[in-house]
């Protein structure tokens, strides 16, 4: 059974650092391109970067670049989202995805990101 | 890297279909077959309903189809049951590996 759990998330004051795991388990996490998804409260899904099967290539959306970067250890089988310079509209439950067929075919229970003073 | 439109609500009686729209651009949903559709209900993580505009994961009732004309995607959901009440997203593939999310349709179930 596929399972991804989400850790890391957190109140951090507007400026702050803060980095998520996703530790995956039921498949060959190192076959799959991974993906990071938020959802403010009440609002809807929005994409929020991508990294390929070994780590070489990634992409991220305009509202977070240069300010997040996402990696993956495909030897611990974890998912990483280093987040820096936060801001209050960066508040939201953050998923991890796993990417086949250009969707996003599972996910995790998220984790809540809370940027606030 | 504009959100594609959805219809903020959609509503249907038990058994009815109900089809939920998501108009993109001639750069995304027309350009791609990978548009793809997720359910959620609240308080949970999304669920994939179609891949690749019409494919279905294993699992997935074949109640719930997909489609797509031009810059527009379809769900429909035939034989509406009280469990489809919920939320949806459509998502494209975008180009240059980026993508992108529908604002989220309400399916109420009268």
């Known amino acids: 059974e596929v399972q991804l759990v989400e850790s890391g998330g957190d109140l951090v004051q507007p400026g702050g650092s803060l980095r998520l795991s996703c530790a995956a388990s039921?498949?060959?996490?190192?076959?799959?391109?991974m993906h990071w998804v938020r959802q403010a409260p009440g609002k809807g899904l929005v994409w929020v970067s991508r990294?390929?099967?070994?780590?070489?290539?990634?992409t991220y959306a305009d509202s977070v670049k240069g300010r997040f970067t996402i990696s993956r250890d495909n030897a611990k089988n974890t998912l990483y989202l280093q987040m820096n310079s936060l801001r209050a509209e960066d508040t939201a439950v953050y998923y991890c995805a796993r990417g086949d067929s250009y969707a996003f075919v599972s996910w995790g229970q998220g984790t809540l990101v809370t940027v606030s003073s | 890297q504009s959100a594609l439109t959805q219809p903020p609500s959609a509503s249907g009686s038990p058994g009815q279909s109900v089809t939920i729209s998501c108009t993109g651009t001639?750069?995304?949903?027309?350009?791609?077959?990978?548009v793809s559709w997720y359910q959620q209900h609240p308080g949970k993580a999304p669920k994939v309903m179609i891949f690749?505009?019409?494919e279905r994961p294993s699992g997935v009732p074949d109640r719930f189809s997909g489609s797509k004309s031009g810059n527009t995607a379809s769900l429909t959901v035939s034989g509406l049951q009280a469990e489809d009440e919920a939320d949806y997203y459509c998502s494209s593939y975008a180009g240059s590996n980026n993508w992108v999310f529908g604002g989220g349709t309400k399916l109420t179930v009268l």
């Open positions: 690749e505009v019409s």
């Open positions: 039921g498949f060959t996490f190192s076959s799959y391109w």
């Open positions: 001639s750069s995304d949903v027309g350009y791609y077959k990978y």
């Open positions: 990294i390929n099967s070994d780590g070489s290539t990634t």
